[in-house]
């Protein structure tokens, strides 16, 4: 995306509400957490829905990181944030600390600035999740075996070992016939212990190159 325009009205709650729905639809085998990243440039005008939003999705799986662009007034988004107070909605607190805030103007100057911008953004998203799964008795799932890890680098296609054949251990056995278990020998030739060439000259074939003779 090389060019993208922001419009009002500024509401978080619908969007918060509506990722919140995902996580419950899979909540059941608790395996998978959820990231809402939002980009704005104006004042939130829906701020009430937006606590009340954010309090009853703090007891599911997700995290929302906001992303302020431009020069607009984002005090309230320092609030949803709950760094110094928890958010409350008719009387209950948020469960835990999903929002983080950054203000994209921040980031702009210095050679750095992409690579700070990243990890301001990410920077609670791992304490968001461990507070989750801690909060939920979630255990760690085992370690994937060594040939699931093999599947996956194939991609999916796992391969079985090779059996290794069994060898005898001497060519000319000391053990039996067959000469299983003894110790390795040097291999034994019949005939003469010195290679001689050849007496018969090289044969001419039509229409090829001769070692010897030039063409034939």
Same mark, same amino acid.
């Given at each position: 995306?090389?060019?993208s325009?922001l419009?009002?009205?500024?509401?978080?709650a619908?969007?918060?509400?509506?990722?919140a729905?995902?996580c419950?639809?899979?909540?059941g085998g608790?395996?998978e957490?959820?990231?809402?990243?939002?980009?704005?440039d104006?004042?939130?005008?829906?701020?009430d829905?937006?606590?009340?939003?954010?309090?009853?999705a703090?007891?599911?799986?997700?995290?929302?990181?906001?992303?302020?662009?431009?020069?607009a007034?984002?005090?309230n988004?320092?609030?949803?944030?709950?760094?110094?107070?928890p958010?409350?909605?008719?009387g209950?607190?948020?469960a835990r600390?999903?929002?983080?805030?950054?203000?994209?103007?921040?980031?702009?100057? #210095? &050679?750095? !600035?992409?690579? =700070?911008?990243?990890e301001?953004?990410?920077a609670?998203? +791992?304490?968001q $999740?461990v507070?989750?799964?801690?909060?939920?008795r979630v255990?760690?799932?085992a370690?994937?075996?060594?040939?699931?890890?093999?599947?996956?680098?194939?991609?999916?296609?796992?391969?079985a070992?090779?059996?290794?054949p069994?060898?005898?251990?001497?060519?000319?056995?000391?053990? #039996? &016939?067959? !000469?299983?278990? =003894?110790p390795?020998?040097?291999?034994?030739?019949?005939? +003469?212990?010195? $290679?001689?060439?050849?007496?018969?000259?090289?044969?001419?074939v039509?229409?090829?190159?001769?070692?010897?003779?030039?063409?034939?």
């Amino acid at each position: 995306m090389t060019y993208s325009e922001l419009y009002g009205p500024t509401n978080f709650a619908p969007v918060i509400n509506q990722t919140a729905a995902i996580c419950n639809q899979q909540r059941g085998g608790m395996e998978e957490y959820y990231v809402l990243l939002i980009l704005t440039d104006g004042v939130i005008t829906d701020m009430d829905n937006t606590i009340r939003a954010i309090v009853q999705a703090s007891r599911l799986p997700m995290s929302v990181i906001i992303v302020g662009v431009g020069s607009a007034n984002f005090d309230n988004m320092n609030i949803l944030d709950a760094d110094d107070e928890p958010l409350k909605a008719n009387g209950v607190a948020m469960a835990r600390d999903i929002v983080q805030f950054v203000p994209f103007r921040d980031f702009q100057a #210095g &050679a750095f !600035g992409n690579e =700070a911008l990243a990890e301001a953004v990410l920077a609670e998203v +791992p304490d968001q $999740f461990v507070s989750y799964m801690t909060q939920h008795r979630v255990q760690p799932r085992a370690p994937p075996r060594a040939d699931t890890m093999q599947a996956m680098s194939n991609g999916g296609v796992a391969y079985a070992p090779m059996p290794m054949p069994t060898v005898p251990t001497s060519l000319n056995g000391a053990n #039996g &016939a067959n !000469g299983y278990g =003894a110790p390795p020998l040097s291999p034994t030739f019949a005939g +003469p212990s010195t $290679f001689a060439p050849s007496s018969r000259s090289p044969q001419a074939v039509p229409g090829r190159q001769s070692w010897q003779g030039g063409k034939q």
